[in-house]
């Protein structure tokens, strides 16, 4: 198993460009998170989703969109991207509360 | 909402030594869990504690929670280089989604 696989590892932006950060579990968990980790900061949560065509506002959504079309896959897209983006960005999965999380190995963006 | 205070939020401490790292919620939780963050890493889900009171050891790590179940401990026995890292906890009320602490930032000089 994979666990939670994370594309790219790494990316560098202009100012107002555009991505999309890949998220993709083989785990068969439904809840599915976006955290962003400012340096030697704590997380802090985006986005999640508690299953397939549902997603949910974390604390910090504005600049950000997500989708869940299925249970594997959920991409962050980054729209007019900005120098307050730059971060690393981890995505995590679970079967839900209480279980632990499995994380994977993060995208360091840096906007430029 | 619901908050999690970890403190402290970096420690310094020489090979050898004890290290402990504290986690204080704002409500009481159904349970916590706690992570290890190496440098240049991702979180790695370490354990959970469910009960009040319970006890949980692995090899030098000790976990505790709270009587109240609104507080916790991660105690670290003889630290080792490799035991360099950001630890953290995170709570969870019933039903609800994980909120983490910012972390405490374990260096350890040999």
């Known amino acids: 198993n994979a666990g939670v696989t994370q594309t790219p590892k790494f990316r560098i932006l202009k100012i107002g460009q555009s991505m999309t950060l890949q998220c993709a579990q083989d785990?068969?968990?439904?809840?599915m998170y976006w955290y962003r980790q400012d340096p030697g900061m704590g997380l802090k949560l985006i986005y999640y989703?508690?299953?397939?065509?549902?997603?949910d506002k974390g604390e910090v959504p504005n600049g950000y969109n997500v989708s869940r079309s299925t249970t594997e896959d959920f991409p962050l897209r980054l729209e007019l991207a900005a120098p307050s983006q730059t971060s690393v960005y981890f995505c995590?999965?679970?079967?839900?509360?209480?279980?632990?999380?499995?994380f994977g190995s993060g995208t360091r963006l840096t906007v430029v | 909402g619901q908050q999690v205070m970890q403190i402290p939020q970096y420690q310094h401490v020489q090979e050898g030594e004890d290290f402990t790292t504290y986690c204080n919620s704002s409500?009481?939780?159904?349970?916590i869990q706690w992570y290890k963050q190496r440098p240049g890493g991702h979180p790695v889900f370490l354990i959970q504690?469910?009960?009040?009171?319970e006890v949980k050891k692995q090899k030098r790590l000790t976990f505790q929670f709270g009587e109240a179940k609104k507080n916790s401990s991660l105690h670290i026995t003889a630290t080792q280089t490799t035991d360099v890292g950001t630890y953290f906890c995170?709570?969870?009320?019933?039903?609800?989604?994980?909120?983490f602490g910012e972390g405490t930032q374990l260096t350890v000089n040999p």
């Open positions: 504690l469910v009960k009040s009171g």
């Open positions: 409500t009481t939780l159904s349970n």
């Open positions: 785990m068969n968990h439904n809840y």
């Open positions: 989703s508690v299953g397939a065509g549902i997603t």
């Open positions: 995590a999965s679970s079967h839900g509360p209480p279980y632990g999380y499995t």
């Open positions: 995170a709570g969870q009320t019933s039903g609800s989604r994980l909120t």
